[in-house]
């Protein structure tokens, strides 16, 4: 029997269009304008983004083609590679099949240029000079610091200060493509100098990164928002992992049974599970899908489903989702990418409609079966992923327990080689499971807007 086994498609095999989940939702609740309540419509959007994301954004279109110059420069990574874990099979002893869909080979070691280099694309063509934009542990900051890179346009990173301190190997390659990157909050904008006055000691946020990054774009006619995660037209680009994946599968003459993601804001889980979902919605084979969480930060388990800003200052548009209250602040885990108080619209319908089942899992826990997927399959798996990773294990050894032979795929979204001082910590027995403040967390869900229950 093979070690273990890649299934590889071609270049010429790469998606020629995006796949949208909302063309196959029921009726999803549409974005709203903060000011009048009213749905977002495309106009709305031009502050900040181009116009041809701005339709993508509120697209019911299924299908939505790839622009040729943005699959030349997928080409350079993709199609990426679906593994079967035969080594960690073997190592739990369970009968299930175990596959684990790999985007760390892309130049930023992440899923995250799926949707960066798109959103670049589409900037450059309407002129746009400048991007801005948060970052929480540095996989989205670089990916769109490489895409700056790839399309000439400048790129301003506000990277989440807990994170931007723990690594700083992301901030650095984010330079050497040349991008800024800048600690948030910070005292470049109204927004960072407002939490400042209130906490000079705040370990920042991913919607408090947000609204710095939108505040510099409204107030510059050359410079827009990019965003890395949670919006539609983001998990429409991420759409090429699941649609490659079931091309794959089909060559291992397999289907998954399970599909698990890490979810922090939606893009790697949701680009990773919509193809299979939207098959299923369209009559094909049911699958389980399980959004893995942090504990730390609960957003599918423990939030509020309903309308609330993206960002922390009220900056953006109200989202109908899952929330834990745009003001909450969660504990400075590892993790930094899935440290964000919201889950993507789409997500949050599918979660309401039953199509997705969430689980939320301890920061300890996960590095334990990081590492042992490290140790089995070669592979140092980025902190998030390891949520993945963690669900994953969870469910092989459940079909040991039952003697049922289940097929299991994960997304591993990318490499942990810029996070090996979290590694660290965990081996050396430093790290520790952070609790969620519930005083905190009411708090802030009792902030939400008047929408929120719309």
């Not at 005292?187 to 939108?214: N, Q």
């Not at 006619?221 to 037209?233: E, M, Q």
Request: charged share 20%; glycine share 10%; proline share 7%.
């Amino acid at each position: 029997m093979a070690e273990q086994v890649k299934y590889q498609l071609s270049e010429s095999e790469l998606p020629e269009t995006w796949y949208n989940l909302a063309a196959d939702l029921t009726d999803p609740s549409p974005m709203l304008h903060p000011g009048t309540g009213r749905p977002i419509e495309v106009a709305d959007l031009l502050p900040i983004m181009p116009v041809e994301l701005a339709r993508q954004e509120l697209s019911r279109e299924r299908e939505i083609e790839i622009p040729e110059p943005v699959r030349q420069l997928y080409a350079q990574w993709r199609p990426s590679p679906l593994f079967r874990a035969r080594r960690l099979e073997r190592a739990l002893d369970t009968p299930a099949r175990i596959y684990y869909k790999y985007e760390g080979g892309s130049p930023a070691g992440s899923h995250k240029p799926n949707t960066a280099i798109a959103q670049a694309y589409y900037n450059k063509e309407a002129g746009i000079e400048k991007l801005a934009t948060e970052t929480g542990a540095g996989q989205w900051g670089s990916s769109l610091a490489l895409a700056g890179a790839l399309f000439e346009i400048d790129v301003q990173v506000y990277m989440v200060k807990v994170s931007y301190h723990q690594k700083p190997y992301r901030k650095l390659l984010m330079e050497t493509y040349g991008a800024r990157c800048t600690p948030s909050p910070s005292k470049e904008t109204e927004a960072g100098r407002a939490v400042l006055a209130a906490d000079p000691d705040c370990p920042g946020s991913l919607g408090i990164a947000t609204s710095e990054a939108v505040e510099i774009a409204v107030n510059d006619p050359a410079t827009n928002y990019a965003g890395g995660s949670v919006l539609n037209h983001v998990l429409l680009h991420q759409s090429v992992l699941g649609q490659e994946a079931i091309s794959q599968f089909a060559l291992a003459d397999d289907y998954p049974d399970i599909v698990i993601g890490c979810t922090g804001g939606g893009s790697n889980f949701g680009g990773l599970a919509f193809p299979f979902l939207g098959a299923q919605l369209r009559g094909g084979r049911r699958v389980r899908v399980i959004a893995a969480e942090p504990a730390a930060c609960p957003t599918m388990t423990q939030g509020r489903l309903g309308y609330d800003f993206g960002d922390t200052a009220g900056l953006t548009p109200l989202l109908k989702m899952h929330t834990l209250g745009h003001s909450f602040v969660p504990p400075s885990l590892h993790a930094g990418g899935l440290r964000y108080h919201g889950m993507a619209p789409l997500v949050s319908e599918a979660l309401a409609a039953n199509l997705v089942e969430a689980a939320a899992v301890a920061q300890t826990k996960c590095f334990e079966s990081g590492i042992r997927f490290a140790r089995a399959e070669g592979i140092i798996p980025a902190p998030e992923s390891t949520h993945a990773i963690e669900v994953a294990i969870r469910e092989a050894l459940r079909c040991k327990e039952n003697g049922v032979g289940e097929t299991i795929l994960f997304g591993l979204s990318g490499h942990g080689h810029f996070d090996l001082g979290a590694y660290e910590r965990y081996l050396s027995g430093q790290m520790r499971d952070d609790a969620i403040d519930q005083e905190a967390l009411n708090a802030a869900l009792a902030e939400l807007p008047a929408f929120a229950d719309a």
